[in-house]
């Protein structure tokens, strides 16, 4: 199979997705979208929470904060499968169910004053219902803040150089929104001047990379999610994820520009490899029977591997929680809400699955494009007489370095031998940074709707304290 008939299915599979069912089915039939309706962003406006956002802005955050490590670390995960069954689930669950969940789900909130999808299902549970959905969600957050601060920790331990960038792209974020808000300066200007930075930081982390320990990250990534969300959206959340969709365009991008470089080639690794996996990709202990076991079945157990990616009802949180308080118009809804679980589609299919397909076999590659593949992986201390296929590393490290090998194999067609920077480290340092960003992002807005749903979970609580301090 070759790229460039898998690349052709992907991206005619979203475009008609979103222009024959998001537009013309749910959103002008279903939801009746109305421009003129006010949302609870205008109605409720409070400066904090309640904030309308250019729908540009507000979809690099609803994509960043749904996304986090699961549209990568999931495909990487079920390439145990092969790379032919995982792309079809993400096509069909990201297309009939993911993208339908969390455009309605939005609209939902949206037409509920905003609040989140745990109280909106009072209206047809009951309030009981209510409150132990509340407490259920607030759980799986706390779950979701530690899973996704240890892979963040776990990437800036392999890759330090994106620990680097990372740790100076916060605070190019931070001046962003004061340029914008505070010294009032054109979002135009601002935008080229922070980006520019940005190159600067990217090129400055290849040269000084940042090593600290896991521990040492888990702490540092725990203090920031506090701070993060405890912040106004203006002065953080919302200039962060504005600047996170020229990284989303970025990245998947430079995957569409590699897949088109590299058309020619035919996919390395197996369309599927068996139907059944060791149980190890579904947890089981190191070491014991049931790891060793061909127990893990593609279906049902694909849903769980890759949530994200094709469906995920933590999306309805944030979709209910931060989003819809930042909607504009309803109009922008389909933009972002739908459009943002596409182009998650896009990323778990032309970021992660298409570029590991490619540098499979690490042999394989070098003959077929001359790129010197096992001289850069055992640069990155990567033993190449041990670890002959990519499947052999672990997930976050199948992504990293199959992105960083597909993209300098691509692009050295094109440039050649490059004397000023290496292609592997550059795109293997990008691919670690997006995939931190992307964490990054879920970790305080996962922080900030725990903060949501613990305030509604009480709000009977805060109604009887107000009635004793009436009396």
């Not at 979002?187 to 980006?195: D, G, M, R």
């Not at 670890?387 to 976050?396: S, W």
């Not at 992504?399 to 194999?409: K, Q, S, V």
């Amino acid at each position: 199979m070759y790229v460039f008939i898998v690349f052709v299915i992907v991206l005619a599979a979203y475009f008609a997705a979103y222009y024959l069912y998001g537009k013309r089915v749910l959103e002008q039939k279903v939801v009746k979208a109305d421009p003129n309706r006010l949302t609870p962003a205008v109605e409720k406006f409070d400066g904090i929470d309640y904030v309308p956002a250019n729908k540009y802005v507000l979809y690099g955050h609803h994509f960043a904060s749904i996304a986090g490590a699961g549209p990568i670390i999931g495909p990487a995960t079920a390439m145990v499968w092969g790379w032919g069954l995982p792309l079809l689930w993400v096509l069909f669950g990201n297309v009939f169910i993911g993208a339908v969940h969390d455009y309605l789900s939005m609209m939902a909130s949206v037409r509920h004053g905003g609040v989140s999808i745990m109280s909106v299902s009072e209206n047809v549970m009951g309030r009981k219902a209510r409150y132990i959905f509340l407490a259920y969600v607030w759980f799986a957050l706390v779950l979701v803040l530690a899973a996704f601060n240890s892979v963040a920790s776990s990437v800036f331990v392999g890759t330090p150089t994106a620990a680097t960038l990372s740790l100076i792209y916060m605070p190019l974020a931070l001046i962003f929104g004061l340029l914008v808000y505070r010294a009032g300066l054109r979002v135009s200007y601002a935008t080229v001047i922070t980006l520019i930075l940005i190159v600067l930081a990217a090129a400055y982390s290849l040269s000084y990379p940042t090593y600290l320990t896991y521990e040492a990250w888990v702490v540092i990534l725990t203090i920031y999610s506090f701070i993060a969300a405890a912040l106004p959206v203006w002065y953080l959340l919302q200039p962060r994820d504005y600047l996170n969709a020229y990284l989303l365009w970025a990245f998947v991008g430079i995957a569409v520009v590699t897949s088109v470089l590299t058309l020619d080639l035919a996919l390395q690794g197996p369309i599927m490899t068996k139907f059944a996996v060791s149980g190890a990709v579904i947890g089981a202990l190191p070491g014991t029977t049931p790891a060793k076991m061909d127990i893990a079945y593609f279906w049902p157990v694909i849903p769980l591997v890759i949530a994200c990616g094709a469906l995920s009802g933590f999306h309805s949180v944030v979709a209910s929680g931060t989003t819809s308080k930042q909607l504009a118009n309803e109009l922008d809804a389909l933009f972002v809400g739908f459009g943002a679980m596409l182009a998650e589609g896009a990323v778990a299919s032309l970021a992660v699955i298409l570029p590991i397909a490619v540098a499979w076999n690490f042999a394989g590659l070098e003959t077929a494009t001359g790129f010197p593949v096992l001289n850069a992986l055992t640069k990155a201390g990567i033993n190449t007489t041990a670890i002959k296929e990519i499947i052999k590393l672990p997930a976050a490290d199948r992504f990293t370095n199959g992105y960083g090998l597909a993209a300098a194999t691509a692009f050295s067609r094109v440039l050649g031998p490059s004397p000023f920077i290496d292609l592997f480290l550059g795109f293997k340092t990008f691919a670690a940074w997006a995939l931190s960003a992307f964490v990054l992002t879920t970790l305080d807005t996962a922080n900030r709707l725990a903060r949501f749903a613990w305030k509604e979970m009480f709000d009977w609580l805060e109604k009887r304290i107000g009635q004793l301090i009436k009396r």
